[in-house]
T-cell receptor, first 113, second 111 residues
Framework: DARVTQTPRHKVTEMGQEVTMRCQPILGHNTVFWYRQTMMQGLELLAYFRNRAPLDDSGMPKDRFSAEMPDATLATLKIQPSEPRDSAVYFC???????????FGPGTRLTVT | AQSVTQLGSHVSVSEGALVLLRCNYSSSVPPYLFWYVQYPNQGLQLLLKYTTGATLVKGINGFEAEFKKSETSFHLTKPSAHMSDAAEYFCAVTVINKFYFGSGTKLNVKP
């Protein structure tokens, strides 16, 4: 049963600390998406990769957020320094060009105090 | 510009009643259309999708949706609601590999 995995599932940290979230896309998928979900803003696209190359990161605050794909099996989202307004659930999704749909991971719930 | 509008952030139905969740989209090119469901503390799960072909598509858990180009709509329906259908539902459009999600509709099912 192929699925997207995300670690950690929950993270509580203090303001100013670095946070790293990891995502393992479904094997063979070549597109990866990072989303942030909050009550106020709903689901926001932060970044989008195809074949490990960033195609769109216009939704990501550039000064503190960074997203990378070191290899085809790992995507990372870093926040440095973290702020309380970053508290949200961060989802990773993967897909395959031509299939159109995305498959979501269970999310990382981040709380910044 | 592409966008997705879901009418009604909260919908409440009785168990056994018809479920109708509305979605309208705007797109300059033929879109692909999706419905996703999110249960509490979980990620989004694909319910159904329309790409091409038959405009009435069936998904998991008894849900179906009809693509109506003239109305730019893709409403989600289920003939008889179950308690287990209580969740948040998202309509999404993809155009040229970019996804646009609606703001979501929370479905409450009353006993």
């Amino acid at each position: 049963d192929a699925r997207v995995t995300q670690t950690p599932r929950h993270k509580v940290t203090e303001m100013g600390q670095e946070v790293t979230m990891r995502c393992q896309p479904i094997l063979g998928h070549n597109t990866v998406f990072w989303y942030r979900q909050t009550m106020m803003q709903g689901l926001e696209l932060l970044a989008y990769f195809r074949n490990r190359a960033p195609l769109d990161d216009s939704g990501m605050p550039k000064d503190r957020f960074s997203a990378e794909m070191p290899d085809a099996t790992l995507a990372t989202l870093k926040i440095q320094p973290s702020e309380p307004r970053d508290s949200a659930v961060y989802f990773c999704a993967s897909g395959l060009t031509g299939l159109a749909e995305q498959y979501f991971g269970p999310g990382t719930r981040l709380t910044v105090t | 510009a592409q966008s997705v509008t879901q009418l009604g952030s909260h919908v409440s139905v009785s168990e056994g009643a018809l479920v109708l969740l509305r979605c309208n989209y705007s797109s300059s090119v033929p879109p692909y259309l999706f419905w996703y469901v999110q249960y509490p503390n979980q990620g989004l799960q694909l319910l159904l999708k329309y790409t091409t072909g038959a405009t009435l598509v069936k998904g998991i858990n008894g849900f179906e949706a009809e693509f109506k180009k003239s109305e730019t709509s893709f409403h989600l329906t289920k003939p008889s609601a179950h308690m287990s259908d209580a969740a948040e539902y998202f309509c999404a459009v993809t155009v040229i590999n970019k996804f646009y999600f609606g703001s979501g509709t929370k479905l409450n099912v009353k006993p």
